[in-house]
């Protein structure tokens, strides 16, 4: 949300706790509803160029991601919009160097591939979905081997970015609108 009003976009952020949002800004609306309904979704997303969710899945509940993703394909379709960035990756979630981590991380890799299933069926939209990178134990030490990025895929191909800076290199992607039709684009 910051990303976008610095670069003076027009943002209406859909929110299930409205007083959360500290953020006051000329071209920011607030309004609550739940990316888990794709009426509010379909609601409050009409009439604008790209649709950009973000959820972060949970190792308690990693499914409830899945549900998440299908509830905002579905309501940006039926707004009628066909630009629609998903940020999936548990970005507050610090990655720790144990087995213990890897095995607990493992339901969540499993949610967001199956929403990048979900990504990969639509035929109508031009999506692009961040999400974290597979985990891989040394089988020597045990220690997992960190990649410190994610995956960044598109409805034509698979990048990986750092985790660093994410925000400002989607939104450099969100505002070249040619991007969205062609995605022939080099990352640096």
């Not at 409805?155 to 450099?172: A, G, Q, R, V, W």
Request: glycine residues 4%; contains cysteine.
């Amino acid at each position: 949300m910051n990303e976008a009003l610095k670069r003076r976009a027009k943002v209406t952020a859909i929110v299930y706790d409205v007083n959360k949002v500290m953020t006051k800004h000329a071209n920011l609306e607030v309004t609550w509803g739940h990316m888990m309904n794709s009426d509010d979704v379909q609601n409050y997303v009409r009439g604008h160029d790209v649709v950009v969710g973000v959820n972060e899945p949970i190792p308690s509940n990693p499914l409830e991601h899945v549900k998440a993703v299908q509830s905002v394909i579905d309501g940006t379709k039926k707004a009628g919009i066909n630009n629609l960035l998903v940020i999936g990756h548990p970005i507050h979630k610090p990655i720790e160097n144990t087995i213990e981590f890897y095995d607990s991380w493992k339901p969540i890799i499993k949610a967001q591939n199956e929403a990048l299933r979900l990504f990969q069926r639509e035929g109508c939209l031009k999506w692009y979905y961040v999400r974290s990178a597979e985990l891989q134990p040394d089988p020597n030490t045990g220690k997992l081997n960190q990649p410190g990025n994610m995956l960044f895929t598109t409805h034509k191909k698979e990048y990986t970015i750092p985790i660093t800076n994410y925000s400002s290199f989607l939104f450099d992607i969100v505002e070249k609108k040619s991007l969205f039709y062609k995605a022939e684009f080099e990352l640096v």
